[in-house]
């Protein structure tokens, strides 16, 4: 069984940065995830993904050239690394695992994402001064 672990939430100051992690376990080949986020009071929306193997990624708009996606096969570890935050960044930071096409869909769509196959269960972002 699938199971995601993300971690590296905190509180930050606008401007910073903070890393998120995603471990993944209970697989034996490197598995594409994707990285969502909900705010309060909103729906859950796309962020990043990227491919099994590391050679693929995709931004959604809100966050493309702030954040960046990647994945250490040695310890089956996505990272998220995210700098210049801003406060409309504070939400619950999901991952989730699926076949990539349905991440990419999910991230690039401005729907809610699709009932991917496994999700982690979250970590907390606030960024505030």
């Known amino acids: 069984q699938v199971q995601l672990v993300e971690s590296g939430g905190g509180l930050v100051q606008p401007g910073g940065s903070l890393q998120l992690s995603c471990v993944v376990s209970?697989?034996?080949?490197?598995?594409?995830i994707g990285w969502f986020r909900q705010a309060p009071g909103t729906e859950r929306k796309g962020v990043a993904c990227i491919n099994g193997g590391g050679d693929r990624r995709y931004y959604s708009d809100s966050v493309t050239g702030r954040f960046s996606i990647s994945i250490d096969h040695a310890n089956n570890t996505v990272y998220l690394q995210m700098a210049n935050l801003n406060p409309e960044d504070t939400a619950v930071y999901y991952c989730?695992?699926?076949?990539?096409?349905?991440?990419?869909?999910?991230?690039?769509?401005?729907?809610?994402?699709?009932?991917?196959?496994?999700w982690g269960q979250g970590t907390q972002v606030t960024v505030s001064s």
């Open positions: 989730a695992t699926d076949l990539f096409p349905f991440l990419l869909f999910s991230v690039q769509t401005p729907s809610p994402p699709l009932s991917l196959a496994s």
């Open positions: 209970g697989v034996t080949d490197p598995m594409p």
